[in-house]
C-alpha cells in the first residue's frame, strides 16, 4: 500500500481525492471546539464544485483531531468533520467502540497538557491513529476487488495536511 501526506494547499480535490482514492481521511486541530478554519475553508471552496459528482458514490471516509485536553472538543470535531464527508455522501467508518476513551467516533489526540504535552504522540493516541487506518484500509478492500486507495487531510500542529494510501503502487 502506498501512503501520500499532502498539505491541503498542495491537494487537487479531483486528481487526489475524486479519482486516485477511494477513501477520504480527514482531521483538523480543535479551534474553540470547531476545526479550523482552513479545514472548512477547503471544504467550501475546493470541494464544493464535487458536490454532485459521481465518482464520490461508495466512498468511504473516517476522521481523527487533535485537541489540547480531553474535554476541549475532540468529539465536537470528529463530529463536524464527519458531517462534512455526509455532505458529499462520504459514510465513514468508526472504530469499534473501546474503554480507551481515544477513537469512540474516529481518533483523537491530546498534544498541550500533562502527561501528553511532548513533542511524541502518547503510544495510546498513536494506536488509535493506526487502528483507524487499517480499519479504513480494510473497509475500502472490502468494497472493491480492485487495488484500493485511501486518502486524508490531517492537520497536525499548526500545518494542515493530506495523504493517500494506495496499493496500486503509484
Not at 73 to 96: D, K, M
Not at 119 to 148: C, H, I, M, N, Y
Request: include cysteine; charged fraction near 15%; glycine fraction near 10%.
Amino acid at each position: 500500500m502506498t501512503v501520500r501526506l499532502q498539505s491541503i494547499d498542495a491537494t487537487d480535490v479531483e486528481a487526489d481525492a475524486l479519482e486516485w482514492a477511494d477513501a477520504i481521511v480527514i482531521g483538523s486541530p480543535v479551534h474553540y471546539g470547531n476545526p479550523s478554519a482552513a479545514m472548512q475553508a477547503w471544504f467550501e471552496s475546493a470541494w464544493e464544485p464535487f458536490w454532485e459528482d459521481k465518482r464520490l458514490d461508495g466512498k468511504i471516509g473516517a476522521v481523527f483531531a487533535t485537541g489540547g485536553g480531553l474535554a476541549q472538543g475532540l468529539e465536537h470535531v470528529l463530529a463536524s468533520l464527519q458531517r462534512l464527508l455526509a455532505s458529499f455522501r462520504i459514510q465513514c467508518v468508526t472504530p469499534a467502540p473501546t474503554r480507551s476513551g481515544y477513537d469512540s467516533y474516529g481518533a483523537v489526540a491530546v498534544t498541550g497538557t500533562p502527561p501528553f504535552s511532548g513533542t511524541e504522540l502518547a503510544d495510546a493516541f498513536s494506536a488509535a491513529g493506526q487502528a483507524l487506518g487499517a480499519l479504513v484500509a480494510a473497509e475500502a478492500s472490502k468494497r472493491s476487488a480492485l487495488p484500493r486507495a485511501v486518502s486524508g487531510s490531517a492537520h497536525g500542529r499548526g500545518v494542515e495536511t493530506h495523504y493517500s494510501m494506495s496499493s496500486r503502487g503509484v
